[in-house]
């Protein structure tokens, strides 16, 4: 079980992602999260690991960790998910990678930005994702059979890939996907408020202040702005920053290099800003 006593990872649902995530661990369906960064994916996972494994009723055992989160990259091998053999005092001894380990002990394993990772990388997944629920391991010549509590999660941002960073549909099809977007306004505030500490007339200015940032794209600025970035905003100025030093922190100077759109980010923060 997760840690006793620990409070659940806050998370404010937005649709019914809750009911359909439940619903797919019950029948152990691999789960694809998609949309934008930072607009909750992450901490939607953690806080359904929360809750999965604090209920009995919905896991045969306890699980020594109950959400094991890799970060893909470019570099990330098939031997980094899997395992590897070590020296250790003389001896070769294999060493689970995190992938495996989650197979063998059970417990959601979740593939953060997918894409990033080498196709011949995300293809060893494949058998994890039917109806078999194995993971060769040929250095080991054994093929392990998934824990019954294990669930495999992956996430991407189809806003920025390109068609040589996209999913495969060999890969896209072995998922059930929950789609993500930014919250409505007073969602968004609401999150702020609860995350930063702020209070409410505070945070639905930062919210309508990331909306503004956002019609930006129209205007050819496309990363927008995350419900992260407003947390961290609204969080040093509950430690007494300035709103406007605040804001030149945490959204004008984070979120691009390029002058012309930091003036214009600016320039809301100034327009919005009683």
């Keep these: 079980m997760a840690s006793a006593g620990a409070a659940a990872p806050y998370y404010l649902p937005l649709g019914n992602e809750v009911e359909l995530f439940l619903a797919a661990f019950s029948q152990r369906l691999p789960v694809l999260l998609k949309g934008p960064t930072g607009c909750g994916k992450t901490r939607f996972v953690e806080h359904m690991a929360w809750r999965i494994f604090n209920d009995e009723a919905l896991v045969n055992a306890a699980v020594e960790r109950p959400l094991t989160t890799i970060s893909c990259h470019e570099d990330l091998t098939s031997t980094d998910l899997i395992g590897r053999y070590l020296f250790v005092n003389d001896s070769s001894d294999w060493i689970d990678g995190p992938l495996t380990s989650a197979v063998r002990h059970g417990g959601i394993c979740y593939l953060d930005e997918i894409v990033e990772a080498r196709k011949d990388t995300t293809v060893l997944i494949h058998s994890l994702t039917d109806h078999r629920r194995i993971l060769p391991i040929d250095k080991l010549n054994q093929v392990l059979d998934a824990h019954p509590d294990f669930l495999l999660v992956?996430?991407?941002?189809?806003?920025?890939?390109?068609?040589?960073?996209?999913?495969?549909?060999?890969?896209?099809?072995?998922?059930?996907?929950?789609?993500?977007?930014?919250?409505?306004?007073?969602?968004?505030?609401?999150?702020?408020?609860?995350?930063?500490?702020?209070?409410?007339?505070?945070?639905?200015?930062?919210?309508?202040?990331?909306?503004?940032?956002?019609?930006?794209?129209?205007?050819?600025?496309?990363?927008?702005?995350?419900?992260?970035?407003?947390?961290?905003?609204?969080?040093?100025?509950?430690?007494?920053?300035?709103?406007?030093?605040?804001?030149?922190?945490?959204?004008?100077?984070?979120?691009?290099?390029?002058?012309?759109?930091?003036?214009?980010?600016?320039?809301?923060?100034?327009?919005?800003w009683p």
Excluded: W
């Design 154 to 272: 992956i996430s991407y941002n189809p806003g920025y890939q390109s068609i040589l960073k996209d999913l495969k549909p060999s890969t896209r099809q072995r998922f059930m996907c929950l789609q993500f977007d930014y919250p409505s306004l007073e969602r968004e505030a609401e999150i702020i408020r609860v995350e930063s500490g702020i209070d409410p007339a505070q945070a639905t200015t930062l919210a309508k202040v990331g909306l503004h940032i956002r019609n930006l794209r129209e205007h050819g600025f496309e990363e927008g702005v995350s419900t992260r970035l407003l947390v961290y905003a609204g969080t040093l100025m509950r430690e007494g920053v300035a709103p406007r030093q605040a804001a030149d922190a945490a959204l004008v100077h984070a979120l691009s290099d390029d002058e012309e759109v930091q003036q214009a980010i600016a320039d809301i923060v100034d327009v919005v």
